[in-house]
Structure formats: C-alpha cells, structure tokens
C-alpha cells in the first residue's frame, strides 16, 4: 500500500507534464514504468505525472545517429531491429542482462539511467557507446551519460525529465564485450565491465565502463587515453589492469573487488579487441 | 495493481514480494506480462488486462492448463497462475518457441518448488502442438 501517494496524473503535452512536476504541493514525481518508483514507495511522494501519455516510446536512426524515446522498454530494445544490428548486438545483449522478461516488459530506458545501478550492464553499454541524454526542465539540454553520471544533481532538478538518448553511428569495425563476476551467472555482478574498441590499423580506440565501484557507472577517460593508438599486446593489456586498480585506490572497495575491477576491464578489453579483429 | 486486483476478487494474482522479484503477481496487459506489484491500477487505464481468471474455465481448461496438469508442473501452485500467463503471453506472440524463450519467458516467475524442468516441458508441449 502507497498511503501517501493522492493523485496520479497522465498529461498528454510535456507543457502540462512540466507544469504539474514544477508544483510544490503536492510533492510530485515522475513515473516511467514504475519498477523501481513503485517498489520503493517513498512517503515522501504524494502525486506521480505518469509519463506514458508523452509519445516518448521510439527509436529511430538517422544516417548520423540512432534516438531512444526515454520510454522506450527495454524489451522493445531488444525486439528493435535496428538495435540488433547496432555494433552486432551489444546494447541488445546488454537489455536482456538487465531484468527478467517481466520487468523488460515495463521497465524503460529513461527509467534505468535515472536510477543509475551501478552495476547495470545497460548504462554501461550506453556509457561505451558514447549516448548522450536529452533532459527537458522546461529548458531542453543535451548531455554526454558519462557527465550525468558525475554530475547527476545538478543536472536531474525535481522538475526534470529526461526525454530521450542518442547514440552515434560513428564507429566502423568495432568490437564490444562486457565482463563480469558476480556469484552466479543471474546474480547481480559485484564488478562488471563493458568495452567498445575501434580499430586502426593495428592500434586502437577505445571506450570502456566500469561498474560497482561507486554509486553509478563509471568511464574511464583516464585509461582510454593512456591507451589510445597504442600497439594492443600483453603489456598494453597489463596496464591497463594496473591503471584500473590505480585509479579506484580511493574508493571504499574491499581488495577482491579491487583486483576483480582490473580484471574485467582487461578481459572485456581483450574480448573487444578480439571482435573488432573478426570484423 | 496488485492489491486493486486482489481487493475486487480477482485472487488468482497472487501476494509475494511487492517489490517485483518473485513474479507471481503476473498479469497480461495489452497481452504482455507485466508485474501487477511494481505498477499502479491507474497506469492501466485505457489498456486491457487479463489475469488468469481469464484464461479457461473449471469446464474448459486452457491448452496450457491442461499441459501443465499433465506434466506435473504444479507443486504447491502458488506461481503456477504467474506461469502459466508468462507462457500465454509466450505463445501469443510466438508459436514456436525454442527452449531459451521459453526459459526467458517463465524466467521472471521464481519457483522454489520443480526448478522449472516441467513447466518448460509442458510450454514446449503446447507450442510443439500436443494439445
């Protein structure tokens, strides 16, 4: 039982959607699909603006990118064709990780960057794939996930919506993978990786994700520069795993994780490089 | 939803987690199942709804009711009407699924008791015609 929750809103316009969320009484939240509003069921909320009714749910590409309605399911991504094809089925493979058939269902992809698991194998993706978020307070900004991520209150303001992702058809001859240990294959990982690596000549570049180190998932811009047009082999691949441990020394992580991070990151650095090479 | 659902006598959605883990609180709204626990009544508005009241009658199983009779799917029974509209949702959409869309799709219902063998023999029953 919500006790505290009085109304339920479904705006046809983003104006009304904006108006209502701008109110200070009642408290006022969005609601995409609800798996994890709901569950949580804050008293602190008492009126939800349901967003459904914002034609919000698409995907479309253009020559230059492909945009995600915020709405957008997480089974409609998997179900999208132009998802399958996008780098051989990375971001499809990365929806179908992310919860069970049911919670695919109505789970949506807005919904999963605002609440930002740091351990989500999709917002890793994203973050890899360079996607940018569109956020709508009434204002419309555009802003690259991997700076939502570190900047994340100032950017979601309690009248903030995102609207929708983009993500950028730039790369050829790419190989993506994503690690990751966790006690069993279905549980939630403790450490997981996600890289994207593009090829030329025999260096490469690349994009790679990191998550249950903090509180979101993380890039490592750090590391992707160090390694940039580097020749890939055995040394590039041991410091990267080292430059990983390096850069988390700070965080409250106990020392399996630590050593765990490195490792994922360079396996799924490796796995990437190795698709890239078929490709 | 859930507790709507339940309020108004449609009891086969059963009562588990509240928090969208365990599944059983199934239903199919505009024919894809959906965890009636982690969704508020008013979101169904304007879409159909069909627990599993719905599907069959005492006098008329279902194909997949039948199956899962049949195949010894049913334990305790407390996930079976999550289960059993997963699949409808399944077969609904897809008549022949192989055995991982099966899984996937009964994947989000946890059950403690057959470790799911015979429920995904049954759908696959089902689909391969044997009803």
Redesign the interface.
Known sequence: MWSSLVEYQRPDTMAKCLRLLARQYPHTVPLAGGTWLVAQRDPQVEAVVDLSGLNLAFIKQSTQRIRLGALTTLQDLIESPIIQELTNGFLRDASYKSASRTTRNIATLGGTIVVGNSTSDLCLALLVLDAHIVIRSPREIVVPLNDFYANRASYMLPTSIITEISIPKKYARIGTASMQVSRTPQDQPIVNASALVSQIGSALLARLALGGVTDYPIRLPMIEGLISHQKVDAALYDLVAQAVQMGINNYPLSEYQREMAGIVVTRALQKAWERAEKE | ML?VLRRIGYVGVKHGC???SC?VC?VL?DG????S????A??A?GHSLITIEGVGSRENLHPLQTAFVEHSAVQCGYCTPAMIL?AKALLDENLHPNEAEVR??L???LCRCTGYLKPVEAVLRVSAGGD
């Open positions: 507790e509240e928090d969208g599944g199934t709204l894809k199942a959906v965890l626990c982690v969704m508020l008013a979101q508005d997963s996937d799709a994947g989000g219902v």
